[in-house]
């Protein structure tokens, strides 16, 4: 009955198919082309109010055209409340423009069966096989000095507490928009006396955060030996490709989201979600000394069976107009993690996007 009165009724806000395309740090959220010019095909994350990602600010100018939307989640979407708020999102949007297609990239097969069983469009292409892999890479000679590496958004779901018993470990982190400066800094401040042997990098006080750029996390990674991932629940989560890529095995604690899917049992070790788990658990991937340049070959393997699976995708979607390149490595397929801001989004209608 919901889904149907959203549908035929009234649509709030967040169903709603057109977003007010207009400046601003809400506007946030990661998008890219993948085409050439002979069909439109847009990549892009989804937010709250732009539950069909970047269509549901350039749907207006595109309509009575064909074009591809690829949408990427950046939350865990088992539950049928998601999937069903995206159908009444996606028939919003089609009854107004039929002419547009949609793909919803998955981050877990289970996400995949439950968006097919409701009549949805969805692909098991995670957004992690979109990272850069020129960017994230083993550094040879830089010698390891944390036992354990975790990059992540300083706010109390990301369970950093649970690291407390690692010797050594290395933090990166930035604010979380919901969680707000204040609880960050306080959280920030309690870590650290928790654990006064860990190194929080980030340049910060009690006013600001200042972010690392990828090549000073690139190296963080490399004088690591391990990288944490402590979440319960999330997206796949972006670090934890990037410590892969980098050659850094990973230590997890049980999840649902589809982190894990670019592991395998010598890159990828789950432990019970305590403080001496996780203690044991990195020990032990230290102990496996699994050399860096082969984690990052097993995990490049796994990344160029998504984008296989993405570019026969958007082939058939096109109806054959679009046929990305055969080579997995090339530079369209790692391209669509930017993040860009209101009106950036205007360049991506642009025919010679990739000259603009």
């Not at 950046?74 to 999937?83: D, G, I, L, N, S």
């Not at 107009?321 to 991506?348: H, S």
């Amino acid at each position: 009955m919901r889904l149907a009165y959203r549908t035929h009724v009234r649509a709030g806000p967040g169903f709603a198919p057109d977003a007010a395309l207009r400046a601003g740090a809400e506007l946030r959220m990661a998008a890219g082309r993948l085409d050439d010019g002979s069909c439109p095909v847009f990549c892009s994350s989804m937010l709250n109010h732009a539950p069909l990602g970047v269509a549901n600010y350039l749907g207006p100018r595109l309509a009575g055209h064909p074009a591809l939307f690829l949408v990427w989640f950046t939350w865990a979407m088992r539950k049928e409340r998601q999937v069903l708020r995206t159908l009444a999102a996606e028939r919003l949007y089609r009854r107004r423009y039929p002419e547009h297609r949609f793909v919803f990239m998955c981050n877990e097969r289970e996400e995949v069966a439950l968006f097919r069983e409701n009549g949805l469009n969805a692909l098991f292409c995670s957004h992690n096989a979109l990272a850069d892999e020129a960017i994230f890479k083993p550094e040879p000679d830089v010698e390891p000095v944390y036992d354990a590496f975790y990059n992540a958004m300083m706010t109390p779901w990301k369970r950093r507490h649970l690291a407390r018993l690692v010797p050594r470990a290395a933090h990166v982190f930035y604010e979380s928009r919901l969680t707000g400066r204040q609880k960050t800094a306080e959280l920030l401040d309690e870590l650290k006396r928790l654990m006064p042997a860990h190194h929080f990098l980030n340049p910060h006080d009690a006013h600001r955060i200042e972010k690392l750029g990828w090549q000073a996390i690139n190296t963080v990674m490399a004088a690591s030996a391990t990288g944490l991932c402590l979440s319960a629940e999330e997206g796949a989560m972006y670090a934890s490709i990037e410590y892969l890529l980098a050659g850094l095995p990973v230590v997890s604690t049980p999840s649902v989201g589809g982190r894990h899917v670019f592991g395998t049992p010598e890159t990828w070790l789950t432990v019970e979600p305590t403080e001496e788990a996780v203690r044991d658990g990195v020990a032990e991937m230290q102990a496996r000394n699994v050399p860096r340049a082969h984690v990052r070959a097993i995990t490049l393997a796994k990344v160029y069976e998504h984008r296989k699976r993405l570019r026969a995708c958007v082939l058939v979607e096109t109806d054959g107009q679009v046929d990305l390149p055969e080579d997995y490595g090339d530079a369209v397929y790692r391209r669509l993690n930017n993040w860009q801001r209101g009106l950036e989004f205007e360049r991506l209608l642009i025919d010679d996007y990739r000259k603009a």
